[in-house]
């Protein structure tokens, strides 16, 4: 996908802004409030700390312009949140804001509806930019996202071993899986056991951990 370049906007050419910052730490939103307040005159700021909160005041204001995400969330995660924030408010523009640069997580945002995509460690001139051209219409795309993409793990199951896995994720024990795909619990444990190895982790948690990591949990998953 290519990087559409942040755009200029006119000099003297201004308009009122109402954002809301969903981030749980103070020194970050202080900052972040400082940068929004140069993209507009005036600019009204709106602070949450966790997605809960963010969504209520969504509801409170809908005459918003933009969110700003982060991911690394308390409660729901930024992921979570962002497709909450899609269903319920599907033409409201989304940015994440994140500490991570990984291309996983990039692809993720975007693939659940982000307009944009800002790293903390970004310069404040360069999300500047970066934002006025999502209220422009247009979206960010960073540098990361033209890396290639890692190899899903999932490409290296056989399908009956993303049966069992499917039904790994939704919390059934052995036994349950067998009854569902008739199977015996030495064979499930078997298809266990090869899952876990191709992932290279011990036991289920880790597995659901990996697969959230590249963004594969089933979108169904309780």
């Known amino acids: 996908m290519k990087t559409e370049p942040p755009i200029q906007p006119e000099k003297g050419l201004t308009r009122a802004f109402t954002f809301l910052l969903v981030e749980d730490h103070p020194l970050v939103r202080t900052g972040m409030v400082h940068l929004l307040q140069r993209l507009g005159e005036p600019v009204e700021v709106f602070e949450a700390g966790d997605c809960s909160e963010a969504l209520a005041l969504c509801r409170q204001h809908p005459d918003l312009d933009l969110v700003l995400l982060d991911l690394g969330l308390p409660g729901m995660d930024g992921f979570e949140g962002l497709a909450r924030f899609r269903r319920e408010f599907p033409s409201l523009p989304v940015v994440i804001l ?19 995509y800002l790293f ?68 499930v444990r078997a298809h266990a056991a090869a899952i876990f190895r191709t992932l290279g982790v011990r036991n289920r948690t880790e597995a659901a951990h990996k697969l959230r990591e590249y963004g594969l949990l089933s979108e169904d998953r309780d």
Do not use: W
């Open 120 to 187: 903390k460690t970004m310069s404040p001139g360069l999300m500047e930019q970066a934002l006025r051209l999502v209220l422009e219409g247009g979206r960010y795309v960073p540098p990361t996202l033209l890396e290639p993409a890692p190899a899903s793990p999932l490409q290296q199951l056989t399908p009956r071993q993303r049966d069992v896995l499917h039904l790994l994720e939704k919390g059934l024990s052995n036994k349950e899986i067998g009854r569902q795909l008739g199977l015996s619990d030495n064979t």
């Open 98 to 116: 994140s500490a991570s640069d990984g291309p996983l997580e990039v692809r993720r945002a975007f693939e659940q509806g982000a307009q944009g």
